[in-house]
Each structure stands twice: as structure tokens, then as C-alpha cells.
């Protein structure tokens, strides 16, 4: 399991609270099948049915019998059976062999449906669920998907989030009204959403921001039909936005957008649909506070939307309003940016296309003509890593070869010139040329060497 963005509670489990700008490992976990990460922490499920949990624990949401932070994984006291598990602001929930559901962490506003407002730092039952095949949790509210296509919610109700027609916190789990068909759920801070079998999705909560998808920013306490989508496959929802993955692999969203969490290359929100820009092949999406992420089929992963705690995981630290691609996955490529360009390698070829300005060749493409879409570089195949600089761009190869081109008054090729190169080949046979050119003038030292020690032997000779 890997993990990126803010760290200061431990949430990214590898026993620091530094921020992590790209994918890193998560230390002492193995086996993980499910993950689900909330506010500042974050909870997996192991295979066998255990639960481990890492990060902010001031209300117990790491389920381990205490309230202290944990920056590795930690066991959830006394779970075992699970097979789903679901985080939120400071509480978390695990779905369980045999439809049941249990939450532990903070319950003031009923969200672990044990019938009480009294927080638990281990696992308790909620009441009334049974059949359960999903479970989904909220800023204080949680909602489980029964195996009959309905689902029950708990917890927080201020803006309708139970979906039950009242704005009144429930400490049991409450029906949401009218939902038939559902096969997936997801929840936003005070909003949740259902995919019903048909591939329509229907929200209700909160709409402050449009994310209730309806073409409307009234708030519903029963769930409303999301507009012009069709073929829904998964869902995902952040804090004032969701996004569906489409049977065909693309991703919608809607809501809240002042950060880019649409991903249509506007910072505009929306109360309908929008098409996520340049998104293909998308199997999940999940969506953060005000950011989204898409798992693609090809095992990479694509983030946008705010950046502010480098939560996108492309090193940047800057919001997108587009998909960009997470480092340090074993599957994913690689997207740098330069002075004034960028490149990024094709995950499938290894070929690198850059973009932007040209004027000393760092596009590679054979010109020094700017170019507002990307350009192949040429002579370059097999690369694993493209960083874009100043003026020049470099790319380490699958063998372990670095090539560079671009700019070179100072030598940044690294080719034993200062000439400047515009495409990868032509840098391979500088490469190839200057140590020929090295090789040469080694040959004419050794010459002269030995021309000069003849000298000062016959010197020698003479003098004595």
C-alpha cells in the first residue's frame, strides 16, 4: 500500500509526519485488500479479515482501545471478519463477514449507530443492519448498501445526509426514502450518493454547491435523480463534489470546483455533470476534501483539484483542474514540468511527448518551434523517468542510460560539449562522438608522453 499528502497526523503510515509529494510505502503492512482514508487518518483491511489504522486518533478513530496518534499501522481491537472498510472525519466503520456492520471513534452525533452519542475507541455493532454488502462514511454520518438494493443511514442529519425526509440526527440506522436498486454508495461531508442498477445515481444532503447533481443548489432530505448521467459504474464523493466512473471508463463529476476537484479544466462549479478532461480507462474514483483521484485500468492513478498539501501526488504542490499523474506507482509514468515546458512518458511504449516552449530544443522533436500539444521526442524509447529543467529536459532509460537534450551552454547534457541538442538520437551520437573525440586526444597525449620521455631519456643519456 502507498499513500501521498499531508502527514502531520501520521495518516500516511510510514512513521513520519513529513508530507509526502509523491506515493510512498506504508510501513509494517502487508496483505491489504480494501483501503479507505478520512480526514487525518487512515484504515485497511488485511486479508483474513482484520483491520489496521494509522494517523489522527484524538477521538479514537484508530479503533485501537487508545487516543494516541499512530504514524505506522495499528491493529483495530478486537475486529476480525472484515472485508470493507470505510472512514471519516473522526470516525471509521468496517463492513463485516455476514452483513453486519461495526464503527468505533467519535459518536456525538450518532454515527456509530449503536444507539448511544457516547464515542467508543473499539469496535461497536450497529443496531438494525443486517445484509449488508457496502458501507460508506460522512464528516459524522454513516450509511451501509443492504444486499436488497436499499440502504440505511446514521449519524449527522443537519442538511437531509440521512436521506430519511427530516432533518434530525438518528443514533440507529433510518431507511433512506424511496432508494430501490442501489448497488454502490458513496458519502460526501453532508451528502450522500447511491448508483441505482440502472446506472442512473440519485444524491441527497446538502446542495449548497450543486453536488447533488440535479441542476439545483436546494438542499433534498430524500434523494434526487443527478442529471443527464447514464451508465454509471462506481461513485466516489469529496467534500462538496462526487464524480462517477462510467461504464465506458470515463469520469463525471459535479459540485463544488473552486480548487479544480471537477477535473474539466474550469475552477467553476457545477450542478450537473461535467466530463473530467482527458480521463480514459477508469475503473474507481474517490474524491478527497476538494480534490479527486481515479484508479486506471492500466494500475496508474490521476489526481486534481487542490494540491495545498501535495494530496495529488505529482511533486508539485499546485492545484490542477485536470488529471495528473501520481509518482512513485510501480505501473504509472511520468508527467515534469520545465522552465516553460513539459514532458510526460506514454506508460505503454516508454516514449516520452513533450509540449510548451522550444526555442533551445528541450521538446526533443527535431525543431525549436514551440508546440501548444505534446511532440514525440525523438530517438528516446524505454524511458521510466522524464525531468524537464530550465531549458533542457533528461530521461533515465529502462537499462539504466540517461539522455538529455535541449540547452547545453553549460555543459547540463552532460555529453562533454556545450553544444545544444534538439532531439534525444542526436544526443546519443553527440554521446557517441565526443568519446570518440576523447578517445583521439587520449591516443595524441599518449603519443606525446612518450614522445617527451624518449626525449629526456636520449637527454639524459648524453648528459652522463
Known amino acids: 500500500m502507498k499513500c501521498w499528502g499531508a502527514n502531520g497526523s501520521g495518516q500516511l503510515g510510514n512513521g513520519t509526519v513529513t508530507n509526502g509529494t509523491e506515493a510512498i510505502e506504508v510501513d509494517s503492512l502487508a496483505g491489504a485488500v480494501a483501503i479507505a482514508a478520512g480526514t487525518a487518518h487512515t484504515c485497511a483491511v488485511i486479508a483474513g479479515g ?5 494517523g489522527a486518533n484524538s477521538s479514537g478513530q484508530l479503533g485501537s482501545g487508545t487516543t494516541t496518534n499512530a504514524v505506522v499501522p495499528v491493529a483495530v481491537t478486537g475486529l476480525a471478519g472484515a472485508i470493507a472498510v470505510a472512514a471519516g472525519s473522526a470516525h471509521s466503520c468496517a463492513l463485516v463477514v455476514g452483513g453486519t456492520v461495526k464503527c468505533w471513534g467519535a459518536n456525538s452525533s450518532g454515527q456509530l449507530g449503536d444507539g448511544t452519542p457516547t464515542g467508543s475507541l473499539t469496535p461497536v455493532t450497529v443496531t438494525g443492519v443486517s ?19 436499499t440502504v440505511k443511514c446514521w449519524g449527522a442529519n443537519s442538511s437531509g445526509q440521512l436521506g430519511n425526509n427530516t432533518t434530525i440526527d438518528s443514533l440507529t440506522p433510518v431507511a433512506v426514502t424511496g432508494l430501490a436498486g442501489a448497488n454502490a454508495i458513496s458519502a460526501g461531508s453532508f451528502h450522500t450518493c447511491a448508483v441505482l442498477a440502472s446506472g442512473t445515481v440519485e444524491c441527497w444532503g446538502q446542495n449548497l454547491s450543486g453536488q447533488l447533481g440535479n441542476g439545483a443548489t436546494t438542499s433534498s432530505s430524500v434523494p434526487v435523480v443527478v442529471s443527464g448521467l447514464a451508465g454509471a459504474a462506481s461513485l466516489g464523493s469529496g467534500a462538496n463534489h462526487s464524480c462517477a466512473v462510467l461504464a465506458v471508463g470515463t469520469v463525471k463529476c ?3 470546483n473552486s480548487s479544480g476537484q471537477l477535473g474539466d479544466g474550469t ?29 486506471l485500468a492500466a494500475r496508474a492513478a490521476k489526481c486534481w483539484g ?10 508539485r504542490g499546485t492545484n490542477s483542474s485536470v488529471p495528473v499523474l501520481v509518482y512513485g506507482l510501480s505501473a504509472a509514468g511520468r508527467v515534469g514540468t520545465g522552465g516553460g515546458h513539459s514532458c510526460a512518458i506514454l506508460l505503454t511504449t516508454g516514449t516520452v511527448r513533450c ?17 501548444p500539444t505534446p511532440v514525440t521526442t525523438i530517438g528516446l524509447t524505454s524511458a521510466i523517468w522524464v525531468s524537464p529543467g530550465g531549458s533542457h529536459s533528461c530521461a533515465l532509460l529502462r537499462a539504466g542510460a540517461v ?4 540547452d547545453n551552454t553549460f555543459g547540463q547534457l552532460g555529453n562533454g560539449t556545450t553544444v545544444k541538442l534538439v532531439d534525444a538520437g542526436r544526443g546519443q551520437r553527440a554521446e557517441r562522438c565526443s568519446r570518440a573525440r576523447r578517445r583521439r586526444l587520449s591516443l595524441v597525449r599518449g603519443v606525446g608522453e612518450r614522445r617527451r620521455k624518449m626525449l629526456g631519456l636520449q637527454q639524459h643519456g648524453s648528459a652522463r
Open 50 to 54: 482484520t483491520v489496521k489504522c494509522w
Open 355 to 371: 509540449w510548451g516552449y522550444n526555442a533551445n530544443g528541450q521538446l526533443g522533436d527535431g525543431t525549436t518551434t514551440n508546440r
Open 254 to 256: 459535479w459540485g463544488a
Open 131 to 149: 445484509g449488508a454488502i457496502a458501507v460508506a462514511a460522512g464528516n459524522a454520518h454513516s450509511c451501509a448498501l443492504l444486499a436488497t438494493g
Open 403 to 406: 539522455k538529455c537534450w535541449g
Open 267 to 295: 475552477v467553476t462549479s457545477s450542478s450537473t455533470p461535467v466530463t473530467t478532461s482527458g480521463l480514459t480507462g477508469a475503473i474507481s474514483v474517490v474524491g478527497g476534501g476538494a480534490y479527486s483521484c481515479a484508479l
Open 306 to 315: 487542490n494540491n495545498g498539501s501535495d494530496q495529488l501526488g505529482d511533486e
